[in-house]
Nanobody, 127 residues
Framework: QVQLVESGGGLVQAGGSLRLSCAASGRTFSSMSMGWFRQAPGKERESVARIGWTGDTIYYADFVKGRFTISRDNTQSTVYLQMNSLKPDDTAVYYC????????????????????WGRGTQVTVSA
């Protein structure tokens, strides 16, 4: 059973940057696609970025393109989300998730039924 632990959240001013990390336990990290999601108060959880287990296939939500970068280090069993040019609308709890399966299958599964979720880390962007 993979466990995911997010870190790196906090309070930052608009225009600032944060780097989120998601550390995974277990030995299957390198064969799992990973994703970052967020949920703002009163809103549904939404996908932010996804990365395949090879690291070569990446998807971003339109609202973060050019500002956020997802990456992974399979030797450290960690996935990162570098967030630049933060806006107050980026305020949310950020979660990471993992999914098994073939490359494209696992990337789709992240948005429907991930194998596991982290507990989240709060990101607050002040105006």
């Amino acid at each position: 059973q993979v466990q995911l632990v997010e870190s790196g959240g906090g309070l930052v001013q608009a225009g600032g940057s944060l780097r989120l990390s998601c550390a995974a336990s277990g030995r299957t990290f390198s064969s799992m696609s990973m994703g970052w999601f967020r949920q703002a108060p009163g809103k549904e959880r939404e996908s932010v970025a996804r990365i395949g287990w090879t690291g070569d296939t990446i998807y971003y939500a339109d609202f973060v393109k050019g500002r956020f970068t997802i990456s992974r280090d399979n030797t450290q069993s960690t996935v990162y989300l570098q967030m630049n040019s933060l806006k107050p609308d980026d305020t949310a709890v950020y979660y990471c998730a993992a999914a098994r399966g073939g490359l494209l299958e696992s990337l789709v599964r992240l948005t429907t039924d991930p194998n596991c979720w982290g507990r989240g880390t709060q990101v607050t962007v002040s105006a």
